[in-house]
């Protein structure tokens, strides 16, 4: 695939490269696009992607990425 490269000006680097689009056009095929609930198996699975999910933005504790500087 060939990628869109632009010349742009910068304040502080002058003239520079931009990528442009990198994505293909199109839409997403097949009906399993974006369901989760599908890609999980058993019961245990989807309820610890629930309970992670749910950690992740409503736990006071967090580590690395996860720490939030704000409480939800």
């Known amino acids: 695939m060939e990628y869109k ?14 990528l442009g689009e990198t994505y293909e056009p199109g839409k997403p095929e097949g009906e399993t696009q974006g369901k989760w609930e599908q890609k999980l198996l058993t019961r245990e699975e989807k309820l610890k992607y629930i309970k992670d999910a749910s950690r992740y933005w409503f736990a006071k504790e967090g580590f ?3 720490k939030r500087k704000t409480p939800a």
């Open 5 to 18: 490269i632009e010349k742009k000006s910068s304040p502080e680097w002058g003239m520079i490269d931009v």
């Open 64 to 66: 690395g990425s996860e």
